[in-house]
Nanobody, 120 residues
Framework: QVQLVESGGGLVQFGGSLRLSCAAS????????MAWYRQAPGKQRELVAA???????NYADSVKGRFTISRDNAKNTMFLQMNSLKPEDTAVYSC??????????????WGKGTLVTVSS
């Protein structure tokens, strides 16, 4: 069974930094695009950043220049370096990945999320 587990969330002050991690485990053959999504209270979930296996990245306009997505394909891990954090970045951040597995075919997987709170 494949699992995605996020870590690194927490409380940070305005202008601070956090680094999120997402580790994939299980019967994995290959991981294609990985992405970070976030959902703030009362709002819809939105894409924050995505990265392909080859390292091509895509960012939401609201985080460009402040957030950096990266991945370690050998360790099935993805990261999100978040700098210059603002209160409007407060949300639950979830990891998403399209994974080819040994037993379950290919599909999208989600982590349970990690809470990021930015105080003003």
């Amino acid at each position: 069974q494949v699992q995605l587990v996020e870590s690194g969330g927490g409380l940070v002050q305005f202008g601070g930094s956090l680094r999120l991690s997402c580790a994939a485990s299980g019967s994995i053959l290959r991981i294609y695009t990985m992405a970070w999504y976030r959902q703030a209270p009362g709002k819809q979930r939105e894409l924050v950043a995505a990265i392909t296996t080859g390292g091509i990245t895509n960012y939401a306009d609201s985080v460009k220049g402040r957030f950096t997505i990266s991945r370690d394909n050998a360790k099935n891990t993805m990261f999100l370096q978040m700098n210059s954090l603002k209160p409007e970045d407060t949300a639950v951040y979830s990891c998403n990945a399209y994974i080819v597995t040994i037993n379950e075919g290919s599909k999208n997987y989600w982590g349970k999320g990690t809470l990021v709170t930015v105080s003003s």
